[in-house]
C-alpha cells in the first residue's frame, strides 16, 4: 500500500460555503489532517450557521464530518481576504446561475460572483497561489479568470479546473468514494505542478488511477457533458413513460430490462415528474449557448430538447391532476408531498414541485404543502419568485403544513413530488378517511404501493404505469 503524500503546512482557502464549497472541504479536511482547511464567505449569517449545531444545509453524514473537524483544520470566516492571503490553494465555489437578463439570458452562465472573486484574488494575494474552479463554469473561463488575475494581481496564479460531480442526498458518500477526480490544468511547467499540488491532496483518500488530469478545456467541459448525459437519459426515460401511459405497457418493466443490457445499465431510469436541482437544467443550458455561440444550431437543439422534454413532463403531471379531477381543480384542495427538488436534501433549486404549485395555483386550487426539510421561507421565497406574485396573494391559495396528515386533511388528491422514504410508511387508511370521496392520488416519483391504495380505494395516476380506469383522462 502506498502511504499518503504529506503535505504539512499546507493552507487551502474555499470562497463559498455552499452546497459544494461545505462538504467539499470538510471531507477534505476529514482525510487531510495535517492540511489546514479554511472557508470563507460574505455571508455572515451562513458562516454563523457552520459555526453552530445546526448546519445551513442538510446532507446525511455532513454534520458528523464538520464537528469532528471543526476548530482543528476546519475552519468558517468571514474574512475573506485573511484567508486568500493565507491559502496556498485556493478553491472557488461560488453560485454561477442562468442569467436572467443580457446577452445570453435563458441560456448562459452569470458569472458574476466569479469575477468579483477573482479581482478580490487579484487585489488581495501577495504570494503565489493555485486557483481552482470549483463552481461550474463555461469552457474557456479559466482562460477568461487568468487575464482577470494577471492583468490586475501582484504575483503568479495557476489556474485549474476541479469540476465536482456529487448528488444532493449522496454527497458525503460520493465525496469519500468518488468514481473519479477530474483535474485541468495549463500544460506548461508551473501548471503541471500545480496540477500536482492538487492531485496529492486528493491522493490521501482517492487512489491515483482515478485521479484523472487533463487540459482545462477538456476539463471545464467534462462537467457539463456528464451532467447533460444523465439528465438525457431521465428525459429519454419520461419520453417513453408517455408511450407507455398510451399503450398500456409499464415503464418500471420497460427500464428493468432495457437497463439489464450492460451497454445501457440501470441508472438514472427512473420515470418521474422531472428532474430539477442547481445543476442539470443549467449546466444543459449552458451547453446550449455554447454550442450556439459556436455556430453549432443543430448540435444546440439536441441538447435543448432534453429540457423541453422535462418541462413537459411536469405540464404532464398537472394535467394529469386537473383533467382527473373531472377537469378543474379551481377550489378543490391538493396536499403536495414534498417540496425538495429530491429526497435527503433541502434544496429546492429548480425542483418541480415549483412549478406544480405555479400550475395549480394559476388554475386557483387550494395547495397544501409537506416538506420535511425545506424551511417555510424557502417555499415562500420560489413560489412568489415563480408566479410573479407578492407573499399575501400566494397564501391566498397555500398553506404550509407540519405533516402530511395535516395536509392531506380535507384534501381531494394527494400528489406526491419528492420520494421522502417516511411518504412509504403513511397510514393510507387514516388519510384515506379524512379526505374527500373518491380520493385521489398522483404519484410524481412511482414510490407507493399503488395496488394496495386501490385496495383502499384510492383512484390512483402513476408515471408510465396502466391509467386507472376510473381515473378521467378526458382532457376538455
Partial sequence: MVSPPKQNGLRICCIGAGYVGGPTMAMMAHKCPEVTVTIVDISVPRIAA???????????????????????????STDVDQGIRDGDIIFVAVNTPTKKVGLGAGRAADLTYWELAARRIASVAESPKVVVE????????????????????????????????LAEGTAMTDLDNPDRVLIGGNMSESGQAAVAKLADVYAHWVPRERILTTNVWSS???????????????????????????????????????????????????????????????????????????????????????VTMNDRQKERFVSRIIH???????????????????????????????????????????????DPKVEANQIWMDLTAATRLDKTEVEKYVTLCDSAY????????????????EFKGLDFVKIRDGMVKPSFLFDGRNVLDHDALRKLGYIVYAIGKPLDPKLNTNFC
Fill in 406 to 421: 395535516e395536509a392531506a386533511t380535507g384534501a381531494h388528491a394527494l400528489a406526491v413530488a419528492t420520494e421522502w422514504d
Fill in 220 to 306: 471545464e467541459l467534462s462537467k457539463l457533458v456528464a451532467n447533460s448525459f444523465l439528465a438525457q437519459r431521465v428525459s429519454s426515460i419520461n419520453a417513453v413513460s408517455a408511450i407507455c401511459e398510451a399503450s398500456g405497457a409499464d415503464v418500471d418493466e420497460v427500464a428493468r430490462a432495457v437497463g439489464m443490457d450492460s451497454r445501457i445499465g440501470p441508472k438514472f431510469l427512473k420515470a418521474s415528474v422531472g428532474f430539477g436541482g442547481s445543476c442539470f437544467q443549467k449546466d444543459i443550458l449552458n451547453l446550449v449557448y455554447l454550442c450556439q455561440s459556436m455556430g453549432l444550431p443543430d448540435v444546440a437543439e439536441y441538447f435543448h430538447s432534453v
Fill in 324 to 370: 382527473g379531477l373531472f377537469n378543474t381543480v379551481t377550489g378543490k384542495r391538493i396536499a403536495l408531498l414534498g417540496f425538495a427538488f429530491k429526497k435527503d436534501t433541502g434544496d429546492t433549486r429548480e425542483s418541480a414541485a415549483i412549478e406544480i404549485c405555479r400550475r395549480l395555483i394559476e388554475e386557483r386550487a387550494s395547495v397544501c404543502i409537506y
Fill in 50 to 76: 457552520w459555526n453552530s449545531d445546526e448546519l445551513p444545509i442538510y446532507e446525511p453524514g455532513l454534520d458528523k464530518v464538520v464537528k469532528a473537524c471543526r476548530g482543528k483544520n476546519l475552519f468558517f
Fill in 134 to 165: 470549483k463552481s461550474t463554469v463555461p469552457i474557456n473561463t479559466a482562460e477568461a479568470i487568468s487575464a482577470v488575475l494577471h492583468g490586475a494581481g501582484k504575483t503568479r496564479f495557476d489556474i485549474l479546473s476541479n469540476p465536482e460531480f
